[in-house]
């Protein structure tokens, strides 16, 4: 039994461990057998008590926004012989010896595919662009910490001679000055800064210091498995060296050949993913041969796939499994190798203590000297600093690595793993603190579409799931109008959840041009979405359209769209509406999340709202303006919202393909013979009379200006009840493509009684959920609007429309849309 084998152990390295190859699979526990006895009923159970423990961990720890490494991590120091395994019994039954050697291969089976991954996702040309600045802080980042592993190298070499003092050093130098990529660019997410200046610098930096932490890596295993002839290391970094020439130059272009073979439109060969797949076991097994670890070669042949659909497709297929499955058996495995108690006596725990202030404070420090250099202010370079300590998976293998070449004992590991948990838990915590990006309240007057002023700039924001969304959307805004006294400047926003999956975080880190090949699915996602945009800014005059894209969790998307919304200073916000039109005509949900993604729109936007329900409001393929023809119908019970839906309704009557429709519906003799009771009579009568004086106004000025235009009908439906005002609404012609309809909100009106009972999405008030029901499926779309009047209108002189909310804005401001202070930087990107 060579050595390797025999050190398949725990605790101790003098244990041999015999295998028996018959103890498979059980004949079952009615023979009188005992399940964990054998290899695989143990290796499940195994295998379903770390991912079941690091799921807890995840779900324990997210409220304290914690990377999900930490969980991996501590889930298995709790298995392991630090916590659940100091119970011999525990030990001996769940994780004995003899699996080990088992569970070990899987880990490293699913680190191998993990990095593989790393590799494909990696775009080597984002570090040709870097600037020097990220260059410059990725190197003093890494040079300080290094230092500071040498210093302790000296002091904790006293106690492991099992290996030369050079190879020491450079294990626990890699270890300290190591930032993880993937980890970092999830805490930079969670924190809403990825998309910040400082975010990019963090990003660029990591990911230049990954490729230095390889190659060192590289260095470090060469020299650690290699004591006995020196003349040994040269001939495994020279063979390293060709491999990577060999994975460049040979494997590269036939893979990119293959691509090619592939006909336009066809997806990849299931042969040429079985070849890809065996691929990297190969790799894996030549850089193993040689001297290096296998992990080394599935990242470089990782590195060597060229983007584009490969790429996707390799992702798609592997990511959750491996990341989800076989990657946390990895960090399972560094948690039962570490042994906190191991770290005995006031001595060790001053040291462990030392190391995590010194190491941190090496890596601030360096990164602090290059940030001031370049005038960077004092508490972001402080940031960059603490954002660099992010430590992951690269630290794990170096110090996985360490421990199987008798680099490190039990102390040194267990004191390196302690460390790299304590420096990645503390970071967003503090940086939380410390770190609050300045956000101006940003004073404008057009906030709504009522207020903008006729020939000025109308900004839009328009937000975007899916491609789905993308035609309506774009045929609404060619319905807007705009002409060169008053242009649409569009903002699209792709609306992305920040996941665990590395995949969706690299549209973040995109500073490649389009037409390049999109990395993963959100990439290829947000390129269409950016190219329908543009094709649509081409063809259509006095347009323009700047596309950006948000990556947050659900919960707080809605704070990216009102700071995206309030900093490009937008009067009017366009969400999807959650449910979107089946085969047979009916209403599915797609993901209950954007519900309430659209609540916390509408209730913190700081301007106004339009919901819009797609039913296919008839796709624009023309290249003139003015060759479409949507006939719009605006249903007006009155009120704030009934207004705005009007004033955006007035500005697309102005095009000339645009027919319009305005149902007024006005209260019957027999509407008010439900008397209102209760304490606010008086309120409520007063706000309703002053309302209605408004709506007067309003209505008296849209007619009078739009008189003697042919397209536009005007119309007065007399009702009592909600039954008549369905019966009205039923009643129009099914040639309308489009109902703008008021929200409603804080409206109490006889003729929308009884509607709201049974209503299913009170979001979009009485009529805009009657309308978007499945009872109402037809082949017509539903814009359904909300007016803001949260503000203060004193001193505005923006003409009739707005003069008659000044008498009660004191009203208004009191009750309606007040938004909470943003807690944090806007997430957006802008693609150019």
């Avoid at 954007?594 to 008839?618: H, K, Y």
């Avoid at 796709?619 to 009007?646: K, P, Y």
Wanted: hydrophobic letters at 45%; charged letters at 15%; aromatic letters at 8%.
């Amino acid at each position: 039994m060579d050595e390797r084998t025999a050190r398949a152990r725990n605790i101790t390295d003098d244990t041999i461990v015999c295998y028996a190859p018959t103890m498979i699979t059980t004949n079952g526990i009615w023979q009188g057998d005992n399940p964990l006895d054998y290899s695989l009923p143990l290796f499940i159970l195994q295998l379903t008590l770390v991912v079941v423990t690091t799921r807890i961990l995840v779900f324990l720890l997210k409220p304290f926004r914690q990377p999900r490494v930490i969980s991996e991590i501590l889930g298995g120091i709790i298995l392991g012989p630090s916590v659940l395994g100091r119970s011999a019994k525990f030990a001996n039954t769940v994780f004995p010896l003899r699996s080990v050697m088992v569970l070990e291969t899987m880990a490293n089976v699913g680190l191998l595919y993990f990095l593989f991954l790393v590799g494909v996702e990696m775009d080597i040309a984002v570090i040709r662009r870097t600037g020097k600045r990220a260059l410059a802080m990725a190197i003093a980042g890494m040079i300080l910490p290094f230092l500071i592993g040498i210093s302790f190298a000296f002091m904790l070499h006293k106690d492991a001679q099992l290996v030369k003092l050079g190879t020491f050093i450079l294990f626990l130098g890699v270890a300290l000055s190591v930032t993880a990529f993937p980890v970092l660019a999830r805490i930079l997410a969670e924190l809403k800064l990825l998309n910040t200046e400082i975010g990019r610098i963090a990003m660029s930096s990591a990911l230049i210091n990954d490729m230095c932490a390889w190659i060192l890596l590289a260095f470090a295993i060469a020299l650690a498995e290699n004591d006995v002839k020196s003349l040994a290391s040269i001939w495994v970094i020279l063979s390293s060296v060709a491999f990577v020439a060999f994975c460049v130059y040979v494997i590269r272009p036939l893979i990119s050949w293959m691509i090619r073979r592939i006909p336009e439109g066809e997806s990849i060969s299931e042969f040429s993913i079985c070849l890809i797949l065996t691929g990297v076991m190969i790799s894996g097994f030549i850089t193993d041969a040689i001297g290096t670890h296998s992990v080394f070669g599935a990242f470089v042949f990782g590195l060597v796939i060229p983007n584009g659909p490969i790429g996707i497709t390799l992702i798609e297929r592997l990511e959750d499994f491996v990341s989800g499955l076989l990657l946390p058996l990895f960090f399972a495995i560094s948690g039962l190798k570490t042994n906190i108690a191991a770290i005995t006596g006031v001595g060790t725990w001053a040291i462990l203590v030392l190391v995590i202030i010194l190491a941190c404070v090496g890596k601030v420090a360096g990164t602090l000297f290059v940030s001031l250099y370049y005038k960077m202010p004092f508490n972001e370079g402080l940031t960059l600093g603490l954002l660099m300590n992010t430590k992951g998976l690269v630290e794990m293998i170096v110090l996985n690595v360490g421990k199987d070449q008798k680099v490190l004992d039990d102390k040194s590991f267990a004191i390196m793993v302690t460390v790299a948990v304590i420096m990645t838990a503390i970071i967003a915590p503090i940086v939380t603190s410390i770190y609050k990006p300045a956000r101006k309240a940003v004073r404008y007057k057009r906030r709504t579409i009522q207020r903008s002023k006729q020939e000025g700039e109308f900004r839009v924001l328009a937000c975007i799931h899916t491609p789905r969304n993308v035609p309506t959307i774009i045929s609404l805004l060619e319905a807007s109008h705009p002409t060169k006294k008053s242009p649409i400047c569009i903002y699209a926003l792709h609306l992305v959840e920040l996941t665990g999956r590395a995949s969706a975080m690299l549209i973040v880190h995109n500073t490649r041009k389009l037409g390049r090949p999109a990395l993963n699915r959100t990439q290829a996602q947000s390129d269409h979405i950016i190219n329908a945009f543009e094709n649509f800014e081409q063809h259509i005059g006095c347009v323009s359209v700047q596309p950006l894209t948000a990556i947050s969790p659900y919960s707080t998307m809605h704070e990216d769209i009102c700071n995206v919304a309030e900093d490009k200073r937008v009067s009017f916000i366009i969400i999807p509406f959650h449910k979107q039109q089946t085969v047979d005509g009916g209403m599915e949900s797609t993901n209950p999340a954007f519900r309430t993604i659209n609540q916390n729109v509408l209730a913190n936007a700081p301007c106004s709202v339009g919901i819009l329900v797609d039913r296919g409001l008839s796709v624009s393929t023309r290249l003139s303006a003015n060759q479409i023809n949507h006939h719009i119908v605006v249903l007006f019970f009155g009120g704030q919202d009934d207004r705005e839906a009007l004033a955006y309704a007035w500005r697309m009557c102005e095009h000339p393909g645009i027919n319009l429709t305005v149902m007024r519906f006005v209260p019957g003799e027999h509407a008010f013979d439900h008397t209102q009771s209760g304490r606010e009579i008086l309120t409520v009568v007063t706000d309703t009379d002053r309302d209605k004086q408004l709506d007067e106004d309003y209505i008296n000025e849209f007619r009078a200006r739009t008189a003697n235009d042919g397209s536009i009908v005007y119309t007065e439906k007399v009702v009592n009840h909600g039954e008549e005002t369905v019966a009205a609404i039923r009643s129009i012609d099914p040639i309308h493509d489009l109902f703008i309809v008021g929200r409603g909100q804080g409206m109490i009106s006889p003729l929308t009684a009884g509607l709201t009972d049974w209503s299913e999405c009170p979001e979009l008030g009485a009529i805009g959920d009657l309308l978007a029901s499945s009872d109402f499926a037809s082949m017509y779309s539903v814009l359904v609007v909300q007016q803001y009047v949260g503000m203060d209108v004193h001193g505005d002189e923006f003409g009739a429309p707005d003069s008659p909310h000044q008498q009660h804005d004191h009203f208004e401001l009191s009750n309606m849309n007040r938004r909470p202070p943003p807690k944090g930087q806007a997430i957006f990107q802008q693609q150019l």
